[in-house]
């Protein structure tokens, strides 16, 4: 096949597979070495013309945060180990409800009550046994707690709901030396940035005693979510491949006014 004007060879999943079994090492690491000798695995087939060999390669050596594993995190976890990243960090203290199945892509009937984070880790397996998962089932509340969880990652997504916890969570991404990808949603609308070290960030974003964002009276329909978190899934991709980040303010969405405009912060 051909890409770019360039011919790879590709690789199917059970050779992959078989090869992991015979040698006793991991799907993440045969993959990676097939992709640093140039064979792709059919499953990435579709991103090569997006990312590259080298692109693939990235990400499947790479380890990404998800703090928050509702609306915005279960697609952000879903599509980035669709996208080929070799470990996730899944956090999340809650259980799903009934009130979460209409946005919540981890959340069916028959799961109700069950820990969001034992969830989403057999859905990532489920979708990709070559992505490595690593979860915690409880809310984060200490910056040295999330510093600890966070350490071995490039990046961190931001996929909570109150203030609070998005600040800890960036201060701890400060302290690491990584970017924080932020995403919010309200009803129909909904923002997206990535705050590097030193980068303005949330303390410029919400106001001081802001505990709960809108969508507590605004509500939070099931397209919303999965617009924001693919554009979240999209930052982190370019974050570790490279590519231009929604740096130094934010992307402003709202799907009820076809309206996308990105807003600088000071």
Do not use: W
Not at 83 to 94: E, I, K, N, S
Not at 150 to 168: E, I, S, Y
């Amino acid at each position: 096949m051909r890409r770019e004007g360039l011919a790879y060879p590709l690789i199917a999943m059970e050779s992959l597979r078989g090869i992991a079994e015979r040698t006793g090492a991991s799907l993440r690491e045969v993959e990676s070495e097939a992709l640093a000798a140039g064979v792709v695995p059919i499953r990435y087939q579709r991103n090569i013309g997006t990312i590259g060999v080298e692109g693939q390669l990235r990400l499947i050596l790479s380890r990404v945060g998800i703090c928050g594993l509702g609306g915005l995190g279960g697609y952000v976890a879903e599509e980035l180990a669709r996208f080929g990243v070799g470990f996730l960090a899944l956090v999340d203290g809650d259980l799903f409800e009934e009130s979460n199945l209409n946005r919540q892509l981890l959340c069916s009937e028959g799961d109700l009550g069950r820990p969001k984070a034992e969830a989403a880790a057999e859905r990532i397996r489920s979708v990709n046994r070559a992505t490595e998962v690593v979860t915690m089932h409880r809310r984060i509340t200490a910056m040295e707690e999330a510093a600890d969880f966070f350490a071995p990652c490039q990046v961190v997504v931001d996929a909570l709901d109150n203030v609070q916890t998005r600040l800890l969570l960036e201060e701890c991404c400060a302290a690491l030396g990584i970017p924080l990808v932020h995403g919010a949603i309200a009803g129909n609308t909904g923002q997206v940035m990535t705050v590097y070290p030193g980068d303005p960030g949330l303390k410029a974003l919400y106001p001081p005693g802001e505990d709960r964002g809108v969508e507590v009276t605004e509500g939070n329909p099931p397209t919303t979510p999965a617009l924001v978190a693919s554009l979240q899934a999209q930052e982190v991709v370019k974050v570790l491949c490279g590519g231009e980040t929604i740096r130094h303010g934010f992307l402003l969405l709202d799907t009820a006014a076809n309206a996308f405009e990105f807003i600088p912060l000071a």
